[in-house]
């Protein structure tokens, strides 16, 4: 008796489900209190005004307001400058 099945099946095919990540919410677009901005994996967008990062890098509204995108030069740890992308509520 064979353990597995023969002929034609196979342990392949499976695939992770999607996360789902990315803007929920763009600029010029109303947010709510609590409303999921954008999701990510690390800190591609950064936290600006009115806007929180959660323990999973999800940014999301503390006030009601307009969404905003906008950059900005920071100073990183070595010295040196680079430009980051932040998200306001206005």
């Known amino acids: 008796m064979s353990k597995t099945k023969g002929g034609s099946s196979t342990k392949l095919g499976r695939d992770s489900e999607s996360k789902r990540l990315g803007i929920k919410i763009h600029g ?45 030069y ?3 740890f070595t010295g040196k400058k680079r430009k980051i992308k932040l998200v306001n509520i206005v």
Do not use: M, P, S
Request: charged share 25%; hydrophobic share 30%.
């Open 28 to 72: 010029g677009a109303k947010a709510n209190i609590g409303n999921v901005i954008i999701k990510q994996r690390g800190t591609k967008w950064y936290a600006g005004r009115n806007v929180r990062q959660g323990a999973d890098d999800t940014l999301y509204a503390t006030k009601t307001g307009i969404v905003q995108f906008t950059e900005k």
């Open 74 to 76: 920071k100073t990183d």
